[in-house]
């Protein structure tokens, strides 16, 4: 299983990437946005940075207009995803960058729907958002369940990023089911690590050290 980090915060993917357990990241414009600092500062530093795939996304919203930013965007290095929303104009975009080998993750998909569209214009990710379901009482991660199952019936080439991730739980959830990767925020990970009997463990072991040798 895949680990992205959701953000576009250099401390934080610095700190992910030394722990070793960093496999991409995947940014939005709001993400972009809340670091305040000009898109493409952002853009180059986390491609140093990250040698994994790295979504960036398109601000326009027709298709010619999504082409041209993808095709800038992807100009920056290889490991470069083009984030495309799941509109029709989304569709035609992901179909004339997958045709010219550029990778798209198509985002905003609520759907099985939608992600059937998105696979079958040759997306190379999928990008169900289970929280902002979740928010709706929906059950967000059974589309995640019926995407993975349209996936292998069909033997579609893309990969499910589980998106718009709250809490560990829903990372879990992922792995059980077979998701592909997960993409969080760096909080998340953080809490994946914490159990409080680790660190009653710990203690606990280091006294009983300190003891003997008292
Ligand atoms: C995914 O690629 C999105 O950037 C992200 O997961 C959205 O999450 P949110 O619903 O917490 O904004």
């Given at each position: 299983m895949k680990f992205f980090l959701d953000t576009a915060n250099i401390e934080k993917i610095k700190e992910a990437a030394s722990w070793g357990i960093l496999d991409g990241v995947t940014t939005n414009p709001t993400l972009v946005a809340r670091e305040g600092k000009d898109f493409d500062t952002v853009v180059r530093e986390i491609l140093k940075i990250v040698e994994g795939p790295v979504s960036l996304e398109v601000i326009s919203t027709d298709w010619k207009g999504m082409v041209e930013e993808a095709e800038k965007l992807?100009?920056?290095?290889?490991?470069?995803?083009?984030?495309?929303?799941m509109t029709i104009d989304g569709l035609k975009a992901t179909k004339i960058l997958s045709s010219k080998g550029i990778m798209v993750n198509t985002t905003l998909i609520f759907?099985?729907?939608?992600?059937?569209?998105?696979?079958?214009?040759?997306?190379?990710?999928?990008?169900?958002f289970i929280g902002r379901l979740d928010d709706i009482s929906s059950y967000g991660m059974r589309l995640v369940e019926d995407i993975i199952q349209i996936i292998d019936n069909y033997g579609f080439e893309c990969e499910?990023?589980?998106?718009?991730?709250?809490?560990?739980?829903?990372?879990?959830?992922?792995?059980?089911?077979?998701a592909d990767i997960v993409t969080m925020p760096f909080e998340v990970l953080q809490k994946m690590i914490k159990h409080p009997l680790t660190d009653i463990g710990l203690e606990r072991f280091l006294k009983d050290w300190e003891k003997m040798k008292g």
């Open positions: 992807a100009s920056y290095g290889d490991n470069v995803v083009i984030k495309i929303p759907s099985p729907a939608q992600a059937l569209l998105a696979a079958k214009a040759g997306t190379a990710y999928l990008s169900p499910v990023i589980v998106a718009s991730v709250r809490h560990p739980m829903h990372v879990l959830e992922a792995a059980l089911i077979g």
